[in-house]
């Protein structure tokens, strides 16, 4: 099936995650198609009225829909560039001979252009886009904008905090409110982190449609979450976008041989007896937990799970979908019904040595 791509563009702050300013690494920046899935299926009764548990269940277990987790992109030169994954490694081809390699390797996301360079073992280009886990411009430049979300300060100094930034994360004093008294919390001050974008940045999530009928309910529900948010703080405003343009037929054109992943991935246990991780696959690990709520409220834990992360290369097993959805939570008492985590992965062909 042709891949469907979602243009959108961040209209607040994003926080997903904890967010506590002690603790930075529990935040992420950027969706990831885990958490993007579990949005969408949360939704879908909203917009798909009649569907019970049971059937709401059935679709956890086996999403007819597979996404990408969110990645950047910027439009320059009169058009849209979709910055990539690197696979793992990778970045290493053109850092090891390049004066500021250190500053390159921590380069998380790429042009399509830029990834076709460094496979095909090319200098890089003076425009070529490189761009950290953190929101940094490592390599090449963009017009310099302000932040869709800014705050008290004055145009000159806006400008400056957001030379070579795509994103960035924002702390902010916050105070537990007790519910029953309405009151603060003695003593329960913290800060609450989040991440603002530049107004000229979109996000990027690519969707695969096993079922071709699911897609309008699944549009209709990506609108309704737009409207509502995503992840953490809605209560505050955080996590709205808007659908600024659907694309069909998206292709990086990186070669074959391979696969690469563009989201998080569980492998199931046949792809790994048939060796999808044997050589030449390069991957990294990443521990997916958290907490399953009810009306807004923690409920339950879920079962941690080892996933390989975006940008992974596993071996081209000649099938149309790799991964599987895991269940964390089994129906029972701390939850009515069972919870699973989506480790579908959607992977685009990819040519390594």
Not at 34 to 61: I, K, N, Q, Y
Not at 250 to 271: I, K, N, Q, V
Request: hydrophobic share 40%; aromatic share 6%.
């Amino acid at each position: 099936m042709p891949l469907v791509r979602y243009l959108i563009r961040p209209l607040s702050t994003f926080h997903f995650g904890a967010g506590r300013e002690d603790d930075p690494s529990d935040l992420e920046d950027l969706p990831r198609s885990d958490t993007l899935v579990s949005a969408v299926l949360s939704a879908w009764p909203s917009v798909a009225p009649g569907v019970a548990s049971s059937e709401l269940e059935r679709l956890a277990a086996a999403p007819p829909f597979v996404l990408s987790s969110a990645m950047p992109t910027v439009e320059r030169n009169g058009r849209l560039e979709t910055m990539l994954f690197i696979p793992p490694g990778l970045i290493d081809r053109i850092a090891a001979g390049d004066a500021s390699h250190k500053r390159l390797r921590k380069a998380r996301f790429a042009s399509v252009e830029t990834l076709r360079a460094i496979l095909a073992r090319r200098q890089l280009a003076p425009d070529a886009l490189l761009v950290s886990a953190s929101g940094e411009l490592l390599h090449g430049d963009l017009p310099e904008k302000s932040a869709s979300a800014a705050g008290p300060m004055g145009a000159a100094r806006l400008a400056d905090s957001w030379r070579g930034r795509l994103w960035r994360r924002e702390a902010r004093p916050r105070l537990s409110i007790d519910r029953a008294t309405g009151r603060g919390g003695e003593g329960i001050l913290f800060r609450y982190a989040t991440t603002a974008f530049r107004s000229d940045l979109f996000l990027s999530v690519l969707a695969e449609f096993k079922d071709p009928a699911s897609r309008s309910t699944f549009e209709t529900v990506l609108r309704l979450l737009g409207e509502e948010g995503i992840g953490g703080g809605r209560s505050i405003g955080c996590g709205r976008f808007k659908i600024e343009r659907v694309e069909s037929g998206f292709e990086p054109g990186l070669g074959h041989g391979a696969r690469m992943t563009l989201s998080l991935m569980h492998p199931a246990r046949a792809e790994v007896q048939d060796g999808a991780l044997d050589p030449p696959a390069a991957y990294t690990l990443v521990t997916r937990g958290g907490w399953a709520e009810i009306a807004g409220v923690g409920a339950a834990r879920r079962k941690s799970l080892n996933m390989l992360a975006e940008g992974s290369v596993i071996r081209d097993l000649g099938r149309e979908q790799y991964g599987d959805s895991v269940c964390v939570i089994p129906a029972g008492l701390t939850m009515p019904y069972a919870v699973y985590r989506s480790g579908c992965a959607l992977t685009v062909p990819i040519s390594v040595e």
